[in-house]
T-cell receptor, first 114, second 118 residues
Framework: AQSVTQLGSHVSVSEGALVLLRCNYS??????LFWYVQYPNQGLQLLLK??????LVKGINGFEAEFKKSETSFHLTKPSAHMSDAAEYFC????????????FGQGTTLQVKP | DAGITQSPRYKITETGRQVTLMCHQT?????MFWYRQDLGHGLRLIYY???????DKGEVPDGYVVSRSKTENFPLTLESATRSQTSVYFC?????????????????FGAGSRLTVL
């Protein structure tokens, strides 16, 4: 069975600092991995996804994530945080079989301080 | 309007009452999903559907009923609401994947329905 663990429910950075949000997965098959962002009172939006084509995946708004099979990780990074990046971020893994469903982590709230 | 819409956006009800949350998508996506979002739990899958008249349980289905008579609609019913069902509910849809990476479907989410059970 697949699962996702996000390390740190809250992360606080200063504007302009590096953003690092951690995600580790467990999967018995080669995984498809996703990062979604949720702004206050909104639904989730896709930031990026990994489908095995390249281990470094670039997404929207300057975010990227690197798939590391040996570490079973898919951490999300951004070189320089903006105030507008404050949101909740979810890592997800595609469930077993072609059911389309995603299994989400608990989420990490990113706070950006001026 | 194109997209995925949920209604109502906000609902307050009492314990024991029946509540139905509606979800409508305009893309004719095969897959539809209901998740609930709770602090500390992230998003947990309640039910999903692969096509009209095909539904299956997710991680937390107890107390919920779904139906899918039409591809575009996927209502979620709480037959007898309990306080533990106070949550934000998200509907999502995705197309049926094809080819090598058919399991990498992107889910598109609605704006959510915030339900409070008193």
């Amino acid at each position: 069975a697949q699962s996702v663990t996000q390390l740190g429910s809250h992360v606080s950075v200063s504007e302009g600092a590096l953003v690092l949000l951690r995600c580790n997965y467990s999967s018995s098959v080669p995984p498809y991995l996703f990062w979604y962002v949720q702004y206050p009172n909104q639904g989730l939006q896709l930031l990026l996804k990994y489908t095995s084509a390249a281990t470094l995946v670039k997404g929207i708004n300057g975010f990227e994530a690197e798939f590391k099979k040996s570490e079973t990780s898919f951490h999300l990074t951004k070189p320089s945080a903006h105030m507008s990046d404050a949101a909740e971020y979810f890592c997800a893994v595609s469930g077993s079989g072609n059911t389309g469903k995603l299994i989400f982590g608990q989420g990490t709230t990113l706070q950006v301080k001026p | 309007d194109a997209g995925i819409t949920q209604s109502p956006r906000y609902k307050i009800t009492e314990t024991g009452r029946q509540v139905t949350l509606m979800c409508h998508q305009t893309w004719s996506h095969s897959y539809m999903f209901w998740y609930r979002q709770d602090l500390g739990h992230g998003l947990r899958l309640i039910y999903y559907s692969a096509a009209a008249d095909i539904t299956d349980k997710g991680e937390v289905p107890d107390g919920y009923v779904v139906s899918r008579s039409k591809t575009e609609n996927f209502p979620l019913t709480l037959e007898s609401a309990t306080r533990s069902q106070t949550s934000v509910y998200f509907c999502a849809s995705s197309p049926r994947g094809q080819g090598l990476h058919s399991g990498a479907n992107v889910l598109t989410f609605g704006a959510g329905s915030r339900l409070t059970v008193l």
